[in-house]
T-cell receptor
């Protein structure tokens, strides 16, 4: 039990759908992250929130929209995705500041048809 | 950006054998993390190294960071099937967090 949960665990969506991924951490952390993991590519950092403020956006397409309503919850809103967006999306949290020890959720396996 | 190269990409060892995985950075590392991932699942934190020459051990896994803080190794002694998975190194840059591509470890019983 990592203390970071993600829902759903699996998601299949069409290119015209709108869906959201949810992440919740029960560790009292202040920083939360979204990563994308595609086959045969390194883990890619997408977004970082520190104390609910977005501090990183690594040139992610606007069809991915993050939301952090409080330090325990993080969402990734998806709309008009492309098949190449199919990947494992991982959420992580850490105590605070930036990039110290991160605890990861189990991931959401996304397939875009 | 800070690039991390891991080697080997994949490794198959017989149970009981020792093995080493390497992680090399193009820039000085402010912090180096080792994680383990089972296929399709989240990452499990193993160890963090910050000081040049630092070495940490947990059970049969030892991680080292060289004096120049640009290379780290992960050594597993007497490997077991439970060690199988993907090992990733991750690094704090000054304004960035990057991961290596991972090393897939298979341990044959």
């Amino acid at each position: 039990e990592t203390g970071v949960t993600q829902t759903p665990r699996h998601l299949v969506m069409g290119m015209t759908n709108k869906k959201s991924l949810k992440c919740e951490q029960h560790l009292g952390h202040n920083a939360m992250y979204w990563y994308k993991q595609s086959a045969k590519k390194p883990l890619e950092l997408m977004f970082v929130y520190n104390f609910k403020e977005q501090t990183e956006n690594n040139s992610v397409p606007s069809r991915f929209s993050p939301e952090c309503p409080n330090s325990s919850h993080l969402f990734l809103h998806l709309h008009t995705l492309q098949p190449e967006d199919s990947a494992l999306y991982l959420c992580a949290s850490s105590r605070g500041g930036t990039y110290n020890e991160q605890f990861f959720g189990p991931g959401t396996r996304l397939t875009v048809l | 950006s800070q690039e991390l190269e891991q080697s080997p990409q994949s490794l198959i060892v017989q149970e009981g054998k020792n093995l080493t995985i390497n992680c090399t950075s193009s820039k000085t590392l402010y912090g180096l993390y080792w994680y383990k991932q089972k296929y399709g699942e989240g990452l499990i934190f193993l160890m963090m190294l910050q000081k040049g020459g630092e070495e940490k051990s947990h059970e049969k896994i030892t991680a080292k960071l060289d004096e120049k803080k640009q290379q780290s190794s992960l050594h597993i002694t007497a490997s077991q099937p439970s060690h199988a998975g993907i090992y990733l190194c991750g690094a704090d840059g000054r304004n960035d967090m990057r991961f290596g591509a991972g090393t897939r470890l298979t341990v044959k019983p």
